[in-house]
């Protein structure tokens, strides 16, 4: 779809350091292209909306991108921050409209259900690793009294 391929390059064009994170300082250049600017106060505003999990949060990944676009097109979010009309422009045909708040969440869940599985993954490579370690440590136990 080439929406979602505008946003990914979009979102690309500005990380810089190749991280798949815009942090606070790649988020200044993207505004200032654009002709805007925003505080640090502002910007690690925004870092904390695209990751409330995240206490301190200095950057945006790519899924906090698109949350915080499809917050703007909702009007939910706690700021305005012009996200939107930096990587497009917003339709009056309401159809069309739906239409991309549809991909808009679509994408998000796609991410976000990527993020639950490596999340899931990790724990299960951490389960099986403490669950080895303390076999080891029995084993251990066990040859120290025979």
Do not use: W
């Not at 206490?55 to 097109?73: P, R």
């Not at 993020?115 to 303390?134: F, M, W």
């Amino acid at each position: 779809d080439e929406e979602k391929k505008g946003f990914r390059e979009e979102f690309k064009k500005y990380d810089t350091t190749n991280d798949q994170k815009l942090q606070t300082f790649e988020l200044h250049r993207m505004y200032e292209s654009q002709g805007q600017t925003k505080t640090n106060d502002q910007l690690l505003a925004l870092c904390r909306e695209a990751n409330p999990s995240v206490s301190n949060a200095t950057y945006i990944d790519y899924k906090g991108f698109l949350t915080i676009l499809l917050k703007e097109k909702k009007g939910i979010l706690s700021t305005s921050f012009g996200l939107m009309g930096l990587v497009g422009k917003v339709h009056d045909n309401k159809k069309d409209v739906g239409r991309k708040a549809n991909v808009f969440e679509q994408m998000a869940i796609k991410e976000k259900e990527e993020e639950l599985r490596r999340q899931h993954d990790d724990e299960e490579r951490r389960a099986k690793r403490k669950e080895a370690e303390r076999k080891k440590r029995v084993q251990a136990n066990l040859a120290r009294f025979k």
